[in-house]
Every structure is written in C-alpha cells, then in structure tokens.
C-alpha cells in the first residue's frame, strides 16, 4: 500500500504482533493492530 508502514514483532521466529499506519487526507490512521499480549501491543 502506499504511504503506509507496517511493522512487525518477532519472538522466537514467530511472528507475536504486528500494526500498520497509513497517510490519510487529514494526517494517519493506525491499523490494523494484532498482537497476543497487551505489553507487545504497546
């Protein structure tokens, strides 16, 4: 996609979480955001 920015968080060759930030007309929109705790989500 363009202008956006996806991340992911890898632990242990496995893929724990991940988030994508796009550009929108008015500024950026976070998501989607997946992760399987709340300390990776942050």
Not at 6 to 31: H, P
């Amino acid at each position: 996609m363009p202008q956006s920015l996806s991340l992911g968080y890898v632990e242990d060759n496995t893929l724990k979480g991940y988030g994508v930030i796009k550009k929108t007309i008015t500024g950026y929109r976070a998501g989607p955001l997946y992760a399987d705790n709340i300390e990776i989500a942050q």
